[in-house]
C-alpha cells in the first residue's frame, strides 16, 4: 500500500461514516484520525448526539470486533475484564476457567464511562495502556487492534466519579460532541420520517487498517516539527517560562510527554489524510485541542469560573511562535 | 558529494527565484511601511520649515531621507534576523507545508528512506511547478494604499491647511531678508555685513537685532568720518599746541589708527605737502556719505521689517484699503532717497557730542534741547516708549530721523513709525484702529487719553499723511513741529486737526 491508497481508503472510511451520522463532520473526522493513529477516544456530549451509533458502525465498517460495555455504579471490574468461571464441559468434572469480558474484543465501546466506580475505571488502565487483561495472575493479550471509544455525559453530574488524570492521559484525543445544527437536525427528522436506514458496507479489515497505520507512522515529521510540538506541551506547564499569563494563572498540571506523541502520531495521519509526505505546523495545531484539552488539569478557582481548557489551549497556540 | 548534498543543491539551486521573490517582497515591505512614516516627517519638516526659517533645510530633508533609509535596512535586518529559515518562510509564503524544510533537514532513518525519497522527489516537482509569480510582492491593496497615500500628501500640499497665513507670512519675511542681504550687499563697502545670517534669519526680530547691531558700526564710522571733515579745517588753522589738543580730545572717536593717519598728514601739510591731508579729507567725505548711505538703507529696511511683522501680510491685504495704506511704506522709502539725513541718533557714543550731519542737512547740533522729558502724551500701546523717545533729546541733536509707515487699512494691530533709538528696537506707535473695517466709525484713542468719533477711512488717510509728512519732514531736515517737544506731540496735532 502506498501513501495515496492509504489517503483513499482514510476517505472511504470517512464518507461511509458520514453516511450514517447526519452533521457531526469534526467529530467524525477526529475519531477517524484517532483509530488510525492507534488511540483511545474520549467522547463527551449530550444524550442522543448519535456517540453509540457512530462507534457501532466504525466497528461495522472495519470490520472489526465489538464490545460494549454499559457502566453503572455496580458495575464490577470482573464485569469488563472477565474473571474465572468453573465450567462443567464433562459430567462430574469442572474446570476452572477464564471467561473473557467484553473487553476482548477490537473495538470497546464503553458508555458513560464516569458513570461507573474508579475501581471498575482502572480497570480498564491496563487494557488501554498495555493492550492485555491480568486475571488471577495470569495475562491474557488483547485482540489487535485494540480500540476504547469511551462517552460520558457532561450534563448529569450527580452520582458519577469524574475519570482520574492518569486515565484521562490514556485517551489519544478528547473530542466534544457538538449539538447538531438546524440543517442536521431537519435531516434526522426527514430520515425518521422516511424510515431511512443507510446500509454500511465494510471496507476495512484488521489487515488494512494495519496497512493504514503503517504508512502513516512513516510520513516524516522534520526537526521543526517536532521542536514544535514540544514547545507546544511544555508551554502548558505554569512553571514553564514560554507558558502565556493564562496558563501560569489558571493550570495546575499541564500536559504530559504523552501529549506529545499524541500530537506526532495524530498529526501523521492528518498530513496523510491530506496528501502530504511530511507533517506541517498546521497538522499540529489541528490535533492540538483534542490532543491536549483533557490533558491540562485547570485550577479549581478558574475552573469555578467556567474557564475551559480549550481557551488555554488556544492561548497557547497563539503564545507559542511557528518554527 | 552525498545524496544528502546533492538533494541541498538541487533544492537551493531550484528555490532561487523563489528566494529573490521573498526577497524583494520583504524589502517591499519594510520600505513601504516604513515610508509612511517618512512622508509624516517630510510634509512635518516642510510646514516646520516655512514657519521657523528652518536654516539648511536641505540638510535636514537629507537628513530625514537618510534615517529612512536606515530605517528600511534596520527593519529589513532585523525581521530576517527574527524570522526562521528561508526555507521555512518560503514553506509559509507559497503554501508548501514544510515540504520544503523536511526534504532539506529531515534525517532519513531506514523504515523511512523509500518515503523520504518520494518526498524529496515530489518537493522538488512542486517547487518546480511553482511560479515565482505566486508570491505577490506588489498587491492591490498596497497599490490603493499608496495611492491614498499619495493623494492625502498632494491634498495636503494644496489644499488650505491652518499653517498657510504663518507659511505665507513666513515666506513674505524670508523674501524680505533677502532683498534686505542684497540691498545691503550693494551699498558701497563700509561695515562688514554677513549676508548669509541675514537671509537666513528666522525671525523679524532676529533680523532687526543684526540690523541694529550693523547700524550702531555705521553710525561710529559716520561719527568718525564727521569728526574727521569737520576737524581738518580746525587743524589747519591751528597752533601746535592746539593741534596736539584737538587731536587728543578727537582720539576716542577716530580711533589710534586713524589719529595717527591724520597726524602723519598734518605733518607733511607743514612740511609743504597738504596732498595726504586733503586725501584724509577726501575720504571721510566719501566715508560720510557711505554711511549716510548705509544709514538710509538700514532705517529703510528696519521699517519694512517692522511693517511687516506688525501687519502680517501687509501686500495681500492692500487692494481693499485706501491708498495710503501699502503705497506708504514705498513712498516713505522714496521720500528719503536723494536725501541723505544723518541718523546717527542711534549710537550710543555720540551721548554729549555734536555728530554734524552731513551732505544737504545742516548740523542739529544742540538745535533742540527743548525735547528732553517731553514725550509722554501717547496713549495705549505706545506708552512704553515714552522715554526712549526722551532719551534722544539729551544728545540735545534733533536727530530723531526715520520713515513713517502709516497703515490705513483700519484692520490691523496699528501703525508704528520707526524712530532710531539708542538701544535702536524703539518704534512709535499710533494707536490701532482695532477690527474695525474700512468706512466705519470707530473711537479714536487720542494722546491726552480721550477719544474721538471719526470715520475709519479718515483716521487711516490723517494717519497715513501724517506718517508721510513727518517723513518728508524728517528727511528734509525741516522739523516742522517747531513749538512740538517730540514726534509724538507732532503726531498728536496733526491727529487732533484730522476731521
Known amino acids: 500500500m502506498n501513501p495515496t491508497t492509504a489517503q483513499h481508503q482514510i476517505q472511504r472510511l470517512s464518507e461511509s461514516l458520514h453516511h450514517v451520522i447526519v452533521g457531526q463532520h469534526e467529530v467524525i473526522h477526529q475519531v477517524v484520525t484517532a483509530v488510525i493513529a492507534d488511540g483511545h477516544v474520549l467522547l463527551e456530549g449530550a444524550p442522543g448526539l448519535a456517540k453509540t451509533t457512530l462507534v457501532r458502525s466504525l466497528a461495522q465498517l472495519l470490520s472489526l470486533s465489538f464490545g460494549r460495555v454499559q457502566c453503572t455504579p455496580d458495575l464490577m471490574p470482573s464485569d469488563v475484564v472477565g474473571t474465572m468461571m468453573l465450567f462443567d464441559d464433562q459430567p462430574g468434572r469442572y474446570q476452572l476457567r477464564f471467561a473473557p469480558g467484553p473487553i476482548f474484543a477490537s473495538l470497546i465501546l464503553v458508555d458513560e464511562i464516569n458513570r461507573t466506580t474508579p475501581r471498575t475505571q482502572s480497570a480498564l488502565l491496563e487494557a488501554m495502556q498495555e493492550h492485555t487483561v491480568t486475571v488471577a495472575g495470569t495475562t491474557h493479550p488483547l485482540p489487535d487492534p485494540f480500540m476504547v471509544l469511551a462517552t460520558q455525559n457532561p450534563i448529569e453530574m450527580e452520582g458519577t466519579y469524574p475519570l482520574p488524570e492518569a486515565q484521562r492521559d490514556r485517551f489519544l484525543y478528547h473530542i466534544i460532541v457538538p449539538f447538531p445544527d438546524a440543517a442536521d437536525l431537519m435531516e434526522i427528522a426527514r430520515r425518521e420520517a422516511t424510515a431511512f436506514h443507510p446500509q454500511l458496507v465494510t471496507c476495512f479489515d484488521a489487515v488494512t487498517l494495519a496497512q493504514v497505520r503503517q504508512i502513516a507512522q512513516q510520513i516524516l515529521v522534520a526537526e521543526h516539527i517536532l521542536t514544535y510540538a514540544s514547545m507546544l506541551v511544555l508551554a502548558t506547564h505554569p512553571s514553564d517560562p514560554r507558558a502565556p499569563t493564562a496558563v501560569r494563572d489558571g493550570v495546575r498540571y499541564g500536559a504530559s510527554p504523552r501529549a506529545v506523541q499524541a500530537l506526532i502520531r495524530t498529526a501523521q495521519v492528518e498530513a496523510l489524510r491530506a496528501g502530504r509526505l511530511q507533517v506541517d505546523v498546521v497538522d499540529i495545531q489541528r490535533v492540538a485541542l483534542p490532543v491536549l484539552r483533557h490533558r491540562i488539569v485547570l485550577r479549581r478557582e478558574v475552573f469555578l469560573a467556567n474557564a475551559s481548557a480549550d481557551s488555554i489551549v488556544a492561548l497557547v497556540l497563539v503564545a507559542v511562535p511557528v518554527p | 558529494m552525498s545524496t544528502s548534498n546533492v538533494r541541498i543543491t538541487k533544492l537551493t539551486h531550484a528555490t532561487r527565484p523563489h528566494r529573490w521573490r521573498y526577497w524583494w517582497l520583504m524589502l517591499v515591505q519594510a520600505t513601504l511601511q516604513l515610508s509612511v512614516g517618512l512622508a509624516v516627517c ?77 518526498q524529496y522527489q515530489a518537493t522538488l516537482d512542486l517547487i518546480t511547478t511553482t511560479p515565482a509569480r505566486q508570491l505577490p510582492v506588489w498587491s492591490r491593496r498596497m497599490t490603493l494604499s499608496g495611492a491614498s497615500m499619495l493623494l492625502l500628501c498632494v491634498g495636503a500640499w494644496y489644499l488650505p491647511t491652518p499653517f498657510d497665513s504663518q507659511i505665507a507670512q513666513q515666506r513674505q519675511f524670508q523674501q524680505l531678508a533677502q532683498s534686505v542681504a542684497q540691498k545691503l550687499q550693494q551699498l558701497p563697502p563700509l561695515v562688514p555685513i554677513d549676508a548669509t545670517a541675514l537671509t537666513n534669519s528666522p525671525d523679524p526680530q532676529t533680523l532687526v537685532a543684526q540690523l541694529n547691531a550693523t547700524a550702531m558700526q555705521v553710525a561710529a564710522h559716520a561719527q568718525a568720518s564727521q569728526q574727521l571733515q569737520r576737524l581738518i579745517p580746525q587743524l589747519q588753522q591751528a597752533s601746535p599746541a592746539q593741534q596736539q589738543a584737538l587731536l587728543a580730545a578727537s582720539q576716542s572717536i577716530l580711533g589710534p589708527a586713524q589719529t595717527t593717519a591724520l597726524q602723519q598728514a598734518l605733518t607733511q601739510a607743514q612740511q609743504g605737502n597738504p596732498a ?63 536725501s541723505s539725513p544723518s541718523q546717527s541718533g542711534s549710537s550710543p557714543s555720540q551721548s554729549g557730542s555734536s555728530a554734524s550731519q552731513s551732505g544737504s542737512s545742516p548740523s542739529q547740533s544742540g538745535s533742540s534741547p527743548s525735547q528732553s522729558g517731553s514725550s509722554a502724551s501717547q496713549s495705549g500701546s505706545s506708552a512704553s516708549q515714552s522715554g526712549s523717545i526722551a532719551s534722544q533729546s539729551g544728545t540735545g541733536m534733533g536727530q530723531a530721523g526715520g520713515n513713517g509707515s502709516g497703515n490705513g487699512n483700519g484692520s490691523t494691530s496699528g501703525t508704528q513709525l520707526f524712530v532710531p533709538q539708542v538701544d535702536g528696537t524703539q518704534v512709535l506707535t499710533i494707536p490701532a484702529l482695532g477690527n474695525a473695517t474700512t468706512g466705519q466709525t470707530v473711537l479714536r484713542p487720542n494722546p491726552n487719553g480721550a477719544t474721538t468719533t471719526v470715520a475709519t477711512q479718515q483716521y487711516a488717510v490723517v494717519v497715513a499723511d501724517a506718517a508721510r509728512t513727518a517723513n518728508q519732514a524728517i528727511v528734509s531736515n525741516q522739523i516742522p513741529w517747531a513749538g512740538q517737544a517730540t514726534v509724538r506731540d507732532y503726531f498728536a496735532v496733526l491727529q487732533q486737526e484730522a476731521p
Open chain 2, 42 to 118: 517630510l510634509l512635518a519638516l516642510i510646514i516646520t520649515a516655512q514657519l521657523v526659517a528652518l536654516p539648511q533645510r536641505f540638510g535636514w530633508v537629507l537628513g530625514v531621507l537618510l534615517l529612512w533609509v536606515v530605517g528600511v535596512a534596520g527593519l529589513f535586518g532585523w525581521r530576517n534576523w527574527q524570522a526562521p529559515s528561508i526555507w521555512r518562510r518560503l514553506d509559509q509564503a507559497y503554501g508548501w507545508h514544510s515540504a520544503l524544510a523536511t526534504a532539506l533537514f529531515f534525517t532519513s532513518a531506514p523504515p523511512t528512506q523509500l518515503l523520504a525519497d518520494a
Open chain 2, 276 to 338: 595726504p591731508l586733503q586725501a584724509l579729507a577726501n575720504q571721510a567725505q566719501r566715508q560720510s556719505q557711505a554711511a549716510n548711505q548705509w544709514q538710509q538703507a538700514l532705517v529703510d529696511t528696519k521699517n519694512q521689517t517692522l511693517a511687516q511683522s506688525q501687519s502680517g501680510a501687509p501686500t495681500s491685504q492692500s487692494p481693499t484699503t485706501p491708498a495710503p495704506a501699502t503705497t506708504n511704506q514705498n513712498s516713505t522709502s522714496a521720500n528719503q532717497s536723494g
